[in-house]
């Protein structure tokens, strides 16, 4: 099983895996380890359209829910352009491309680490 507090790398690999079966854009992953205290790592992903979004968070839920995770917190929706999910060890932030350009948290992250995914 997936557990963020033993792998929180791995963790964000699922969802950097489960984004890209859904054709997610500009898919990134960060390691936020040495910047930020809340967290370990930040996926950030672009959706093509307002259905699409809510169906890349979907891909998410499901695939951690298979592993027996759940979102600790969720927040916005596709409406909104911007769906945040946190699971503590893992925050991915999902944007419509406006939201993600206007917000620019990669501006933010950009002195992350950025590992790749596992494949």
């Known amino acids: 099983m997936i557990t963020p507090k033993d792998n929180p790398l791995l963790l964000a690999q699922e969802a950097v895996l489960a984004l890209e079966a859904k054709q997610a854009q500009q898919v990134e992953l960060y390691d936020v380890r040495d910047l930020a205290m809340l967290t370990d790592c930040v996926v950030i ?63 933010l992250l950009r002195s992350a680490a950025r590992p790749g995914p596992a494949r």
């Open 45 to 107: 992903a672009t959706a093509q359209n307002t259905p699409h979004l809510k169906a890349l968070f979907n891909a998410v839920r499901l695939r951690f829910k298979a592993e027996g995770l759940a979102c600790y917190r969720k927040s916005g929706d596709q409406e909104s352009g911007w769906i945040m999910a946190d699971y503590l060890s893992l925050v991915i932030h999902l944007f419509l491309p406006f939201s993600r350009e206007y917000y620019g948290l990669d501006i």
